[in-house]
DNA sequence: TTGAGTATGTTATGTTATTACATAGATTGC
DNA sequence: GCAATCTATGTAATAACATAACATACTCAA
């Protein structure tokens, strides 16, 4: 369970776009909305990317190439546990879930192919009960 | 259980290079493949999958943009379960499953939230037991 | 045979992500 | 202090992935 470091100038502006967000946002999106604050160019929102997700702060939802705030800021699932999705095809909205019986399941399986698993994505994509 | 309809040409051919492939493959690495075809646009390509994945005879693999063959044609799961893979970040190599149990709470979930889900993606990046 | 639907070809463009190189700031050990 | 090192940042260019727009051809049934 380490930390969370002081996040940098660059990081922190990535962070609280995300943060204020109300759903999941693309890279590109994120370099427009800080242009105003000095940003130029994608690898500044790439980069502050990278440490985010690597602390666990943020997600990337790989079937729609944007990046979300974790929904569950200082739990201890991300840790140990794997993370799940759905993601509203109509307005866009994120649920962000944890399900211990399903990691332990994909896990088993996982183990019985003697493969070593380092990332997992689920990702359900649909209506959300609003849109539905 | 829709039956597969006759492949079109450039649907044969994108489907037999997938096929004969020994991972996934990019669409460009598609287009490359069958530039002595004739292909010469990635239209090509996409329009080709686009169909096969309808088909159910091809799955996209989000979290490595790639395109690999159905492991297992003819069978019933893809119509109502769901599918998911291991994917070797070392050597390429991908393990398709179903697992009902997995789908079923996964399912159980998303009923519980009043979702309604269209589509599923379940990706496991890691290590296989060759290169672990 | 004409109209509708599907498949294809081609060019251009849009979107997402990385490489390469330069500069600046912080930290450590001397 | 001052060099060595490490991290963060700035900028330009390019690579990789995907779609829009438009034209043409090929079914196939009315
Ligand atoms: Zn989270
Ligand atoms: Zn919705
Ligand atoms: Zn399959
Ligand atoms: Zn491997």
Known sequence: MNAIPQLTKNQTLVF???S??????????????????????????????????????????ESINSFVACAHPGEDCHSHGLVA????????QVTEFH?????????????????KPEKATIEIRGRCAACA
């Open 20 to 61: 204020h967000a109300d759903g999941p946002l693309s890279a590109y999106t994120i370099l427009d909305r800080l242009r105003d604050r000095g940003f130029r160019a994608p690898l500044q929102v790439y980069r502050a990317l990278e440490k985010l997700l690597e602390y666990g702060v943020v997600h990337r939802l």
């Open 16 to 18: 609280d776009v995300l």
């Open 85 to 92: 999705f759905a993601i509203c095809d109509k307005c866009g």
């Open 99 to 115: 399900d211990h019986e399903l990691d332990h399941r994909l896990m088993s399986w996982v183990r019985g192919q003697k493969f």
